[in-house]
């Protein structure tokens, strides 16, 4: 803050003001001068004022009460609003808005929830749609063989990850915001879709047996397979709330739901869902059926346990393949594209010579001597189904799944938008991701589709390829369509499980790698780390759905202990300006004399409220509820003192002539020794402090027990004379105040709008306490310094230093006066405190007595 001077060639300075703390008329006033105006710094001494021009004036006062206002006045001049800070307020304040639009607004609001009626119309067709028609096409390549293999994941027939690649994607073109995302079957989506299924499925006459030699511990958890209706409504019915509940996220503005689940607990996430993954597709890579299902909790252990028991029982033929595709797909993918793609933006579609080179191997060598006796996908009707109402029998059995999926499809797909149109430069609206996202589940429900998300592969495909729009995903489904629906679909009934099972996991290749990085992370933030390790040991021992509840637990309380643990500083003046920063870190912050600035670096709430004022009593050095238990001792002592000299002045005369007499020496000079110094006032050990101004610019939020540790610290030092005010304080938090009777305890005038103003109004009330002082005493002969009322209030003498004479303790018994002589103490002359008083002898005390008798 600074102060504006005039040049003193024009005569005689103005009063100056404050330029934070202007007075609602002096603000409005207008000069014809401000020209000549110019700033200088306030609040430090005279020799500190900076030399801004040679014709400016070095002298000026202080701050003058009607220059400080607070945040009241403040309010009620530049019409704040606080309605508006309430959700009712907000909600009227959005309906008076919309109220107010024209045809304009609302075609403009129609059209932003149909994103497609934007950029089609600008759509530039000679330069974009050959991009666009080719990226499409690559992409329905990759689609094909991943869409069976996630179908199969789902444990659906394998023709319905088709269905699903189709009909979900045409709903997120027309409504989605991101001009490159991929949507369709997703391998962690599509594990959880498959664990409802397995959990709500009733068991279907289909490879029902169960082998009786083989170890209860291994069988006793084993279902056996789902039938493909059952499957399919239940994977229907949970793809149906999902979407269901996509759309309600969105009606609550819930787009900012992704910023409670931070990066490291969704790489945890999907990282511990690769390796339920890798679990769930060994029986198809091996062969091995007998073991127990991985949905349920601990389930993992059990499954590991049963699988290397029955080892040698696998299927050699059904590895070699597994094996074969697996390393053909990692020389592709880390060899074969990274040369491609320097020539061409295109992938090698490696996944589709496999899928097609093994359905023809497989269909060629039946009924002969090379014949391969592994599982294949088997019949497969062709055709997109018609649309039916999913089964919602288990519905209510369904809600904690479908949310969790719902959450995580979510978080998924729009990091991965976030990523590629921050790097493209442009923007993504995130609630309009959850309403795509939602229409595109809830429509494919109905077609027997189940729920699905944004795929890397295919994502990073259509960035490769430079396509400009959602064209290219619409042109995906087209391909798609003639695929299912021109017969070539009933060709895949050779293809072999296992090679679908190995590019489900070839396909997390990099979630496992991402396992590996992530422990870096303990040199980076140990508490991140702590993030992802909980979630991914979570999800590994529980499952998915735990493992998301028990990430989010654990991060949030993170949160809390880290708030909880909130730093706290004063705050001192930098020399020649109104800046306040924090004390020991800048040299030339100085701290205000009888001021302390404490700033707390957090909310305040039940769980750091007791925290705030144990930090604020360190900070300011004294405690006023033990600084009042000692001055209430210390008056019960005096009042002890008192009440014993009015007994003892209301002894006789006669008594008291005769105790004269018996008095010894030693008992005089004990008694004149502890009467001799007064004892020391509580309040004299601590600093002199009248004011503590908190800095609130660093609290956000102040729930119930929070406003109380403010009222308590503002009543707790009112008791002992020191004033506490509140400086930034922010709307929401003053608005709470207002709400819950804050200001019945702390007057609204403590509160200012800036620091700046708070300090002017302390020293402001410091130089009215000093003039009254002035004032209102009288010189006089002999001055008894006055008594500490508090420990903010220490007085000290204002006149020349007069010594009072004390009366001993042996003149109160014997009647001689053997005190100091005023005129030492008119003299000005202060002796030696430490030196001891000389008692008299009794023979001295006998031969003042007959002087005394002689002169009566």
């Known amino acids: 803050m600074y102060r504006r001077l005039r040049n003193d060639s024009t005569g005689s300075p103005p009063p100056e003001l404050s330029t934070q703390s202007l007075s609602p008329v002096d603000a409005t006033t207008k000069s014809t001068n401000m020209a000549k105006h110019i700033l200088s710094p306030i609040g430090v001494n005279e020799g500190e004022i900076l030399a801004y021009d040679v014709n400016v004036t070095q002298n000026y006062t202080k701050s003058r009460q009607a220059d400080v206002i607070n945040q009241t006045v403040f309010d009620k001049t530049y019409l704040f609003k606080p309605e508006y800070l309430s959700l009712t307020g907000k909600i009227a304040f959005h309906l008076k808005s919309i109220g107010k639009w024209k045809r304009k607004e609302w075609i403009q609001f129609a059209r932003g929830r149909i994103p497609i009626t934007m950029w089609l119309p600008r759509y530039t067709w000679k330069s974009n749609f050959l991009v666009d028609f080719l990226g499409g096409l690559m992409v329905s390549v990759l689609s094909v063989p991943q869409s069976l293999a996630y179908g199969m994941l789902v444990g659906v027939p394998p023709s319905y990850g088709l269905i699903t690649g189709i009909i979900g994607p045409i709903i997120y073109a027309l409504f989605g915001t991101s001009k490159h995302s991929s949507p369709g079957a997703f391998a962690i989506v599509s594990l959880m879709v498959g664990t409802v299924v397995e959990s709500f499925g009733d068991v279907g006459s289909t490879n029902g047996t169960i082998d009786s030699n083989v170890d209860l511990l291994c069988c006793r958890e084993n279902k056996p397979r789902v039938s493909d209706g059952d499957a399919i409504g239940i994977a229907a019915s949970v793809t149906l709330l999902v979407g269901l509940f996509q759309i309600l996220f969105g009606l609550l503005n819930a787009g900012l739901l992704a910023v409670w689940l931070s990066d490291q607990l969704v790489q945890g996430l999907i990282s511990g869902a690769a390796v339920h993954v890798l679990t769930s597709q060994l029986k198809s890579m091996t062969r091995i059926s007998n073991v127990p299902p991985t949905s349920e909790p601990f389930q993992n252990v059990v499954f590991y346990m049963c699988f290397f028991k029955q080892m040698p029982d696998v299927d050699y033929a059904s590895i070699i393949i ?73 519905a209510f059995g369904m809600m904690g799944s479908a949310m969790s999926i719902a959450i995580i499809s979510f978080v998924i797909h729009i990091s991965l938008c976030k990523l590629i149109s921050k790097k493209l430069q442009y923007v993504v609206n995130s609630n309009q991701e959850w309403f795509a996202l939602g229409l595109m589940h809830t429509t494919s429900s109905f077609f027997g589709c189940f729920a699905g998300g944004s795929s890397l592969g295919r994502t990073m495909m259509q960035v490769k390829c430079g396509t400009k729009s959602q064209l290219s995903t619409l042109i995906t489904s087209i391909v798609l369509i003639i695929f299912v629906c021109g017969g070539a679909v009933g060709c895949i009934q050779h293809l072999p499980k296992p090679v679908l099972a190995s590019i489900v996991v070839v396909a997390m290749k990099d979630l496992f790698i991402q396992i590996f990085t992530c422990f870096a992370l303990r040199k ?92 604020i009593h360190q900070a300011c050095g004294l405690n006023p509820l033990i600084v009042r238990g000692e001055l209430e001792t210390e008056n019960k002592k005096k009042d002890a003192r ?37 004892e020391p006032n509580p309040a004299d050990q601590y600093e002199r402090l009248t004011h503590i101004i908190i800095d609130c610019s660093t609290i956000i939020y102040v729930d119930l027990m929070g406003q109380g540790a403010l009222k308590d610290v503002y009543n707790d030092y009112k008791t002992i004379g020191i004033s506490v005010l509140f400086a930034n304080t922010n709307e929401h938090v003053r608005q709470n105040f207002e709400t819950s009777q804050f200001f019945e305890e702390v007057p609204r005038g403590r509160m200012f709008v800036s620091v700046s103003d708070a300090v002017d109004q302390a020293e402001l009330e410091q130089r009215h306490k000093t003039e009254t002082v002035q004032t209102t005493a009288a010189p006089k002969a002999t001055v008894v310094p006055p008594v500490a009322k508090s420990v903010g209030q220490k007085s000290v003498p204002i006149t020349e230093p007069v010594l009072v004479p004390i009366q001993s303790s042996a003149s109160l018994v014997t009647g001689i006066d053997f005190s100091m002589k005023e005129n030492t103490a008119k003299g000005g002359k202060f002796p030696n405190p430490t030196r001891k008083l000389r008692v008299p002898s009794k023979l001295s005390l006998m031969e003042e007595l007959e002087k005394t008798d002689k002169t009566q």
């Open 524 to 615: 980076l933030s140990f508490v991140d780390y702590l993030i992802f390790a909980a979630t991914f040991i979570s999800v590994i021992v529980l499952n998915v759905n735990f493992g998301l509840l028990i990430g989010v637990v654990f991060e949030l309380l993170t949160v809390v202990l880290r708030s909880q643990w909130a730093d706290s500083s004063l705050l001192g003046r930098i020399t020649g300006t109104n800046h306040y920063r924090r004390l020991g870190l800048y040299e030339t912050a100085n701290d205000i004399p009888g001021i302390k600035i404490f700033r707390f670096d957090s909310p305040i709430y039940f769980g750091n409220s007791e925290m705030f004022v144990r930090k």
């Open 322 to 394: 597994s094996v074969i595709c697996v390393v053909l797909l990692l020389i592709s993918t880390l060899v074969i594209d990274p040369w491609l793609c320097k020539k061409v933006p295109v992938k090698f579609p490696m996944e589709l010579v496999l899928v097609v080179s093994m359905t023809l191997t497989v269909h060629y060598t039946r009924n002969t001597a090379y014949e391969f006796q592994i599982p294949t996908v088997g019949q497969v009707t062709s055709g997109i189904p018609a649309p039916v109402i999913p089964p919602m029998r288990n």
């Open 642 to 678: 008192k009440e014993k000299e009015e007994e003892d002045a209301e002894i006789p005369k006669e008594t008291e002539k005769e105790t004269k007499l018996e008095v010894t020496t030693h008992q005089a000079k004990v008694l004149d020794e502890k009467h001799a110094e007064p």
